[in-house]
């Protein structure tokens, strides 16, 4: 009865032994799934970011978006960007207290010294030139012929030739070593009006621009392994994805050191030629006009009978409204004395009428004005006031006949008193 009962005894001590055994650390835990973390985008600064942002964001390595692997590689280490020295993994796998240790990090990824130093010696050169010059035609030859010697191109030429204005606008790119000669060539091309060179170091844009590009192409490279590993749709979706997205910002930082390199090697010169203003054709105008007079006059005296005068005169017509004769004349009467009998100087000024085509035609054009001035009449020293009243026969702009008649008053003798006077005339008178 004892030998039946041992075993039945063993198999109860054994199953309280091991309902009595507890795990001191939990249950084991299956592996976290593993989140890769593609690069973030590069703008550089010609593209609105910053220098300063551009920097942070290169070197920065923050996580924009994340991916859940599992199945068979739900255990790998994941990828992220390290600031300043390219990739790492990092990952942990195991159960209880067993955890596995990430693998070192790869060496940083270094750069050419020589290359670096000279990439800090880039420079985009950008002048801008405004020319004057006789024929704009000629001128363009010659700016591209200037442009082919120094192995360049024109990427840009606009031309305007119109009535109101003349000029072509050419855009060009020469080799920057060349730069200088050729600035200086243009001045032999038409007078320099302006000349503005502006140049700005790009050599530090495009080092860090250098380095995002190795960065990304090693982020590419981990993608691809693990796309190799992956057994699932979900997880070769999800590296799909994320490598797509690697790659569009692979090939924008290309074209940027594509872009950058070539702003370094070439430089950019905008050129504006402006046609030589024609000499405007001005109509000359006359400062004065002379003239000559044929004149009579007749005055009547109070104490004596009339007496008639003849005779001839010069005038200085500035324009209308100053004018200034002199007349000569001799008595036709019988009275009058050996040599000069009548001299009349007057200073006068007359006036056109607008409703009367205010002195514009060339045929018959009247005037109303007055006169003062200084008579010596028969040895006798007189005052002459008076006015005028005429009409421009003929009037061009080289000469003028015109006739009118004036009446005055010749007053400031006490012997003979105040008297009138009348004097017809014909003048004719140049453009000077």
């Known amino acids: 009865m004892s030998r039946r009962l041992l075993p039945v005894l063993a198999l109860l001590f054994t199953a309280s032994a091991c309902s009595s055994y507890h795990y001191d650390n939990g249950p084991p835990r299956a592996p976290a799934p593993i989140q890769i973390e593609p690069a973030t985008d590069y703008r550089p600064e010609h593209e609105s970011l910053s220098q300063g942002d551009a920097d942070e964001e290169i070197m920065s390595g923050q996580v924009a978006q994340t991916v859940a692997l599992s199945g068979p590689i739900a255990g790998a280490p994941a990828v992220r960007d390290v ?30 010294k020589s290359e670096a130093s000279t990439t800090k010696e880039m420079i985009d050169i950008e002048a801008r030139v405004t020319l004057e010059v006789a024929s704009v035609a000629s001128a363009l030859v010659r700016v591209r012929k200037a442009v082919a010697d120094v192995r360049g191109q024109v990427v840009n030429e606009v031309i305007e030739d119109n009535a109101s204005a003349a000029g072509a606008s050419v855009s060009v790119r020469v080799p920057s070593a060349q730069i ?10 038409g007078k320099l009006e302006s000349r ?10 495009y080092h860090d621009a250098q380095i995002l590009l190795q960065n990304l192409q090693a982020t590419l490279a981990r993608y691809e392994k693990l796309l190799q590993k992956a057994e699932n749709v979900k997880d070769m979706v999800a590296l799909e994805a994320a490598m797509a997205r690697v790659r569009t910002r692979l090939d924008r930082v290309q074209g940027d050191l594509r872009y950058l390199k070539d702003r370094a090697q070439r430089s950019t010169v905008y050129i504006t030629l402006k046609a030589k203003p024609d000499h405007e054709t001005v109509e000359p105008t006359a400062q004065l006009h002379p003239g000559l007079r044929a004149t009579m006059a007749w005055d009547f005296p109070s104490d004596a009978d009339n007496r008639s005068f003849a005779g001839g005169g010069v005038s200085v017509y500035f324009f209308r409204a100053l004018n200034l004769d002199a007349d000569f004349m001799e008595s036709t009467s019988g009275d009058g004395q050996r040599g000069l009998d009548l001299f009349v100087a007057t200073l006068g000024s007359e006036l056109y009428s607008d409703f009367l085509g205010g002195g514009d035609r060339t045929f018959f054009n009247p005037y109303l004005g007055f006169r003062a001035g200084y008579v010596r009449n028969l040895g006798l020293n007189e005052m002459a006031l008076g006015g005028s009243l005429g009409v421009d026969v003929w009037k061009t702009s080289f000469i003028a006949v015109d006739v009118n008649t004036r009446v005055y008053a010749f007053l400031g003798n006490a012997k003979r008193g105040a008297h009138p006077v009348v004097s017809p005339n014909l003048s004719v008178r140049f453009s000077y």
Not at 180 to 189: C, K, R, V
């Open 196 to 205: 503005q060179i502006k140049s700005r170091d790009i050599g530090r844009e």
């Open 180 to 189: 200088q000669s050729f600035l200086s060539g243009l001045s032999g091309i």
């Open 83 to 112: 600031a300043s020295a390219g990739l790492e993994l990092f990952g942990a796998t195991g159960s209880g207290n067993a955890a596995s240790s990430a693998p070192p990090p790869p060496a940083p990824i270094e750069t050419d």
